[in-house]
């Protein structure tokens, strides 16, 4: 099993007091604390090849692209994808999302229909909502229970052959449910349409293989899987980000240019417009190294645990309500304090050191759904302890008697 002690070692930030507090970091699904080994890399990078890449003859240039396109190969392997040029750097999930939802805003028809799930994140909901905008098609909603679980009946039969594209989250970031994606992939792709799985939420928690889910698109976060921010990655099938047509004009993604017409280049550069963010997709490799390193069968066992025990220990809070009670589930948690406004709850908690997310979480057709205006999320990673669940109560009790 994982010695939490000396992984704590490695993340220098969960040293700090806040508030004259020691620091409790329950805000993981919002963006995840870096091991010193990234911090490290990135340093690294800047101190000895800092150069752009895939242009210049020079030494410095040759080794910064074998940097990166060693990266490149990591995220291959860890994703388990065909081929290394079906792994496209991006700014991020919300970046990947609209990479592939305009290029479908091209690729869609008056009559064809977008099917999305009542538990997306904004940015698996807007950029969809452009792509139907633009294309006359239709967005439709795969609805969900009290629990917080897809209705599985109800996906059925909104499955039509006029569904081209379903898009949904592998793990809600608000409820933590874990949706049965491997099945919603196989039955979309008997009636011909392709799929997009959000994977920012669940890349922290599972090492995903997208030949064996047989997803279309896998996108996720760099940030999320203790990377730097401004980074993630857009898996795409071949043959689907062939037929896609390119997102950003400019260097890098061309082969020839005139001013009459312009030739794309290949995958992977096709989509890789301009000078990407070098350091941070070389650094997205260390990070998975070291996640790897840790174990997902280790990081999904260990944050089990944390889940049952804050489930048990908050639930003992009179007044206290669990929003998300899937029975497949993530270390998430979201609750509310009858008659107490969640935003209130979260200022008490952070002036006893403890950092969770309050609002809507990007989610407000869950919050409607649910009647409330947001939850209390408090989120484990692999780093934090029962102990902090116990700080967490604390503060969760003070802040009920403060404010009642
Ligand atoms: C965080 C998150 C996003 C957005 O990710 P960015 O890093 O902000 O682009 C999308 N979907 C889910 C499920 C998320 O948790």
């Known amino acids: 099993m994982l010695d939490i002690k000396a992984i704590r ?60 396109e060693e990266a490149r190969k990591k995220v291959q392997t860890h994703m388990n994808a065909k081929h290394d040029y079906e792994v496209l750097f991006t700014a991020g999930t919300t970046f990947g999302i609209n990479l ?49 679980e897809l209705i599985m009946e109800e996906f059925d039969k909104l499955l039509t052959p006029n569904t081209k594209v379903v898009a949904v989250t592998h793990i809600s970031n608000a409820l933590g449910t874990i949706n049965p994606i491997k099945e919603i992939i196989e039955k979309a792709h008997k009636v011909g349409a392709a799929v997009l799985i959000d994977g920012a939420q669940a890349t922290p928690h599972i ?27 857009l898996y795409g099938k071949e043959e689907w980000l062939n037929k896609l047509p390119p997102y950003q004009g400019g260097g890098e993604m061309i082969k020839t240019v005139t001013f009459e017409k312009t030739t794309y280049a ?62 497949e589930k993530t270390s998430v948690i979201s609750f509310n304090l009858e008659g107490i406004h969640p935003y209130d709850v979260g200022v008490i908690v ?19 759904f649910f009647g409330i205006p947001g939850t209390i999320r408090a989120s484990f990673s692999f780093y934090n302890t029962k102990e902090e669940i116990d700080v967490l109560v604390e503060a969760v009790k003070k802040a009920q008697m403060m404010l009642a």
């Open 9 to 68: 070692q490695d993340f220098p930030i969960l040293t700090q007091t806040v508030n004259g507090k020691p620091l409790v970091y329950f805000d993981n699904a919002a963006t995840a604390q870096k091991p010193r080994v990234v911090e490290e890399a990135i340093v690294k990078y800047y101190e000895t090849i800092n150069a752009n890449i895939h242009r210049g003859v020079h030494t410095l240039s040759q080794l910064a692209t074998d940097a990166y």
């Open 100 to 148: 592939v939802a305009s290029g479908f805003g091209s690729l869609l028809k008056a009559g064809d229909e977008v099917l999305i799930s009542a538990m997306e994140h904004h940015s698996n909901i807007v950029p969809w909502q452009f792509a139907c905008e633009r294309s006359g098609a239709t967005l439709k909603v795969i609805p969900m229970n009290q629990n917080g």
């Open 207 to 233: 090492k995903p293989d997208v030949q064996d889910l047989d997803c279309d698109f896998y996108v996720f976060s760099g940030h999320k899987v203790c990377g730097p921010t401004g980074t993630g990655v």
């Open 266 to 327: 290949c995958l992977p550069h096709k989509f890789e417009a301009g000078t990407p963010n070098i350091a941070g997709g070389i650094v997205l490799g260390v990070a998975l190294d070291y996640l790897n390193e840790v174990g997902f069968d280790n990081i999904a066992a260990y944050e089990h645990e944390l889940l049952e025990y804050g489930t048990k220990r908050l639930s003992e809070i009179e007044g206290l309500k669990i929003i998300g009670t899937a029975k």
């Open 350 to 368: 952070d002036k006893l050191g403890v950092a969770v997310r309050t609002g809507h979480h990007c989610t407000q057709p869950i919050m409607d």
